[in-house]
């Protein structure tokens, strides 16, 4: 984006630092996986179980968010046809998504969850009206660019990846110490696998928090900048020990997922300021 990033921030959103970051992490947990495991479980945190909803929650937000982005910024898109297709299956997508994640959790919410979608809906259109009003909205399309890939990214792509490994939960293991398997051995396709946690790519999606700071003038100050980092960080954090309480991750399930988010959005955000014209 057009905004002059300090040496931090270079630093923070380096694809090639992610990756390092990544695999060190891997190799501390791989180890420690079990024995955190046992540790922390905590079946009936009541902490965990509310951050389990929240970590839900930045998926339909940014999916929403960004698909009406799409929609208000198509006059500079070089594929209309394309991105008003995309854009409404996003739409419907997400949407969709929430509702069914709501209701395998707990079905009485629906109809509030429903309704919640819909003021978002409305709240995004007034927002991105509101940013494009005064910001350039080539800038605005190049931020929905990256939020959407990295949308689709912590919703479709972790449970692609969880179909190569299916490793088993600890909370359905029985017996633990003989049980317990590493997170790169592969086990027959099951319903329900481990690695790596959707929870935590998806709540890393509240990262992209930082990207609007830029469309408002308010923000453009070192506190509240410092503000958005703690938050996604408490989101993020706090969502990824909620799922090894309730020992449904590992300690590397969630690093993973965690990683296959910032990645992307890091990635994604090089890419679009390298090589997208619009």
Same mark, same amino acid.
């Given at each position: &984006?057009?905004?002059?990033?300090?040496?931090?921030?270079?630093?923070?959103?380096?694809?090639?630092?992610?990756?390092?970051?990544?695999?060190?992490?891997?190799?501390?947990?791989?180890?420690?996986?079990?024995?955190?495991?046992?540790?922390?479980?905590?079946?009936?945190?009541?902490?965990?179980?509310? #951050?389990?909803?929240?970590?839900?929650l930045t998926t339909?937000m940014a999916?929403?968010?960004?698909?009406?982005?799409? #929609?208000?910024t198509?006059?500079?898109?070089?594929?209309?046809?394309?991105?008003?297709? !995309?854009?409404? *299956?996003? =739409?419907?997508?997400?949407?969709?998504?929430?509702?069914?994640?709501?209701? &395998?959790?707990?079905?009485?919410? @629906?109809?509030?969850i429903?309704? !919640?979608?819909l003021?978002?809906?409305?709240?995004?259109m007034?927002?991105?009206?509101?940013?494009?009003?005064?910001?350039?909205?080539?800038?605005?399309?190049?931020? &929905?660019?990256v939020? @959407?890939?990295?949308?689709?990214?912590?919703?479709l792509?972790?449970?692609?990846?969880?179909?190569?490994f299916?490793?088993?939960?600890?909370?359905t @293991?029985? $017996?633990?110490d003989?049980? #317990?398997?590493?997170?790169?051995?592969?086990?027959?396709?099951? +319903?329900?696998?481990? #690695?790596?946690?959707?929870?935590a790519?998806?709540?890393? !999606?509240?990262f992209? @928090?930082?990207?609007?700071?830029?469309?408002?003038?308010?923000?453009r100050?070192?506190?509240? $900048?410092?503000? *958005?980092?703690l938050?996604?960080?408490?989101?993020?954090?706090?969502t990824?020990i909620?799922?090894? *309480? !309730?020992?449904? +991750?590992?300690?590397?399930?969630?690093?993973?997922?965690?990683? =296959?988010? *910032?990645?992307?959005?890091?990635?994604?955000?090089?890419?679009?300021?390298?090589?997208?014209?619009?």
């Open positions: &984006m057009v905004e002059k990033k300090t040496s931090i921030k270079k630093v923070v959103w380096n694809s090639a630092l992610w990756i390092i970051v990544f695999v060190v992490g891997m190799l501390i947990f791989t180890f420690y996986d079990l024995p955190i495991a046992k540790a922390v479980y905590r079946f009936d945190s009541s902490y965990a179980k509310f #951050f389990e909803i929240v970590g839900l339909p999916g929403i968010f960004f698909a009406i982005s799409n #929609f208000l198509l006059r500079v898109a070089k594929k209309r046809v394309l991105s008003i297709i !995309l854009g409404w *299956l996003s =739409l419907i997508v997400f949407v969709g998504f929430n509702l069914l994640s709501v209701g &395998m959790l707990n079905s009485r919410w @629906l109809g509030v429903f309704i !919640l979608d003021l978002f809906i409305r709240f995004s007034w927002a991105n009206r509101c940013i494009c009003s005064y910001a350039q909205v080539v800038e605005l399309r190049k931020v &929905m660019m939020g @959407l890939v990295a949308t689709l990214v912590a919703v792509g972790q449970t692609i990846i969880k179909y190569g299916n490793r088993p939960r600890f909370i @293991l029985t $017996d633990p003989s049980q #317990f398997t590493y997170w790169f051995v592969h086990h027959p396709i099951a +319903h329900d696998s481990s #690695f790596p946690s959707g929870h790519a998806q709540a890393a !999606l509240s992209i @928090l930082v990207y609007f700071k830029k469309f408002i003038p308010r923000l100050i070192n506190k509240w $900048d410092i503000a *958005l980092w938050l996604a960080i408490f989101i993020t954090g706090s990824m909620s799922r090894m *309480l !309730l020992g449904v +991750h590992y300690a590397t399930d969630v690093w993973a997922g965690c990683f =296959l988010t *910032l990645f992307t959005i890091s990635f994604t955000n090089w890419y679009v300021e390298k090589t997208y014209k619009v």
